[in-house]
Nanobody, 119 residues
Framework: QVQLVESGGGLVQAGGSLRLSCAASGRTFSPYYMGWFRQAPGKEREFVAHISWNGGSTYYADSVKGRFTISRDNAKNTVYLQMNSLKPEDTAVYSC????????????WGQGTQVTVSS
């Protein structure tokens, strides 16, 4: 089992920045692919970004490309999401997830952290 706990959410004005953190505990963190997802009120959960086990490969949704950066520190068992140039449409609950292989389902999820961007 892998337990994931997000932090760093909050209220920010449009154009501002936030950095989310996802701390993992339980099984060894380093082999897992890690991802960030978000869900806005009344909408389906959507993919935001993912990162390979060693950080060598990243992938972003078009809606955040160029504004968000995913990174990880395996020594700290933590994955980050740096969010810049935030827009009101980025408002959502952001959750991190883990999977053991690129082709595996996302098996472990955190509870999420609220990000609210005011206009």
């Amino acid at each position: 089992q892998v337990q994931l706990v997000e932090s760093g959410g909050g209220l920010v004005q449009a154009g501002g920045s936030l950095r989310l953190s996802c701390a993992a505990s339980g099984r060894t963190f380093s082999p897992y692919y890690m991802g960030w997802f978000r869900q806005a009120p009344g909408k389906e959960r959507e993919f935001v970004a993912h990162i390979s086990w060693n950080g060598g490969s990243t992938y972003y949704a078009d809606s955040v490309k160029g504004r968000f950066t995913i990174s990880r520190d395996n020594a700290k068992n933590t994955v980050y999401l740096q969010m810049n140039s935030l827009k009101p449409e980025d408002t959502a609950v952001y959750s991190c997830a883990a999977r053991i292989l690129y082709t595996s389902p996302w098996s472990y999820w955190g509870q999420g952290t609220q990000v609210t961007v005011s206009s």
